[in-house]
C-alpha cells in the first residue's frame, strides 16, 4: 500500500518561511521523481515543484522560483520543500505526488497523491 503523508504547514506571516516534508512509503522510493502541487480556494490544482529521480533536475513554476526549493532523502524516503519569501498568494492546500516520469508531474499530473497540509499566509 503506497503512502504519501505531508507535514509541516501551517499559519505564517507574508514574508516568513516553512518547510513542508512528505514521508513515502510502499514503493521503491529512489525510482520516483517527486513533487509538489497546491490548490487554493475555488482555483485548479497547479503544479509548484519536481525533482527527478535520476538525474535529480528540478523545475519550478514561475510563480515560486527563487523562493522554493524541492529536494529529496533518498535514505528517509521524504522528500521536502523549502519555502521562503511566502505570499499571501502562495495560501493553499500542498500536496506532494509521485510518479516514474517527472514529466507527468511537471504536466499536472501524478501516479499517487497524498493527503496535503494547509498553508496560511498573512498580509
Known amino acids: 500500500q503506497v503512502q504519501l503523508v505531508e507535514s509541516g504547514g501551517g499559519l505564517v506571516q507574508a514574508g516568513g518561511s516553512l518547510r513542508l516534508s512528505c514521508v513515502v512509503s510502499g514503493l521503491t522510493f529512489s525510482s520516483y521523481s517527486m513533487g509538489w502541487f497546491r490548490q487554493a480556494p475555488g482555483k485548479e490544482r497547479e503544479f509548484v515543484a519536481a525533482r527527478a529521480w535520476g538525474s535529480g533536475a528540478t523545475s519550478y513554476a514561475d510563480s515560486v522560483k527563487g523562493r522554493f526549493t524541492i529536494s529529496r532523502d533518498n535514505a528517509k524516503n521524504t522528500v521536502l520543500l523549502q519555502m521562503n519569501s511566502l505570499k499571501p498568494g502562495d495560501t493553499a492546500v500542498y500536496y506532494c505526488?509521485?510518479?516514474?516520469?517527472?514529466?507527468?508531474?511537471?504536466?499536472?499530473?501524478?501516479?499517487?497523491w497524498g493527503q496535503g497540509t494547509q498553508v496560511t499566509v498573512s498580509s
Open positions: 505526488a509521485a510518479d516514474p516520469s517527472s514529466f507527468r508531474l511537471t504536466s499536472g499530473n501524478g501516479k499517487y
